[in-house]
């Protein structure tokens, strides 16, 4: 069974200061790498993707692979009240998206 | 969401019953996804479609079938819902750059 895991949190942080949300996968062939961010009531939002090692910017957010420790994080600098949602990784086999495996969702709540 | 749109957002159902979900795009991707989110699990994939007529399973398809008799249109039926049933339905569309647009969301309740 393929999975991904992350800390349901909450993880809390104050305004202004770096949240770090971490995920990491099961399946050794994974190739795409994904943060959505899903505010309470609505559906899922894709703010990232990554498919190589590294990290990628972009905005406030950095996302940070390192597939032979089979881990993925999401870095949101500047963390502001508007930040608070449910954080989701997602990883799927290939580059087209088939057959995504998503995490359960880390909880944010940054603090005014 | 932009494109795509799911219906009807609510419904609360009897045990036992048949119900269909809607799901419809306007942006002519071949991929279509059926997902549902529950409490603790995140989003499971439950069918998903890549063309016309072309189905597969996913990890909770049992009691789900669906249909695409039009690119545009996916739809998810629950032959006889029961409680078990109870969650929020997303459809998915992949627009290309690998990862997903999702509708609005269902809220399914199985009275």
């Known amino acids: 069974q393929k999975e991904v895991e992350q800390n349901s949190g909450p993880l809390s942080v104050p305004e202004g200061a770096i949240a770090s949300l971490n995920c990491t996968y099961s399946d050794r062939g994974s190739q795409s790498f994904f943060w959505y961010r899903q505010y309470s009531g609505k559906s899922p939002e894709l703010i990232m993707s990554i498919y190589s090692n590294g990290d990628k910017e972009d905005g406030r957010f950095t996302a940070q692979l390192n597939k032979a420790s089979q881990y993925v994080s999401l870095l949101i600098r500047d963390s502001q009240p508007s930040d608070s949602a449910t954080y989701l990784c997602?990883?799927?086999?290939?580059?087209?998206?088939?057959?995504?495996?998503f995490g359960a969702g880390t909880r944010l709540f940054v603090k005014a | 969401d932009a494109g795509i749109t799911q219906s009807p957002r609510h419904k609360v159902t009897e045990t036992g019953t048949p119900v269909t979900l809607r799901c419809h795009q306007t942006?002519?991707?071949?991929?279509m996804y059926w997902y549902r989110q529950d409490p603790g699990h995140g989003l499971r994939l439950i069918h998903y479609s890549y063309g016309v007529k072309d189905t597969d399973k996913g990890e909770v398809s049992d009691g789900y079938s669906v249909s695409r008799s039009k690119t545009e249109d996916f739809l998810l039926t629950l032959e006889s819902a029961t409680s078990s049933q109870t969650s929020v339905y997303f459809c998915?569309?992949?627009?290309?750059?690998?990862?997903?647009?999702f509708g609005s969301g269902t809220r399914l309740t199985v009275v």
């Open positions: 942006e002519n991707h071949r991929y």
């Open positions: 997602a990883v799927t086999e290939g580059t087209g998206g088939f057959k995504t495996i």
């Open positions: 998915a569309i992949n627009p290309g750059q690998g990862g997903y647009t």
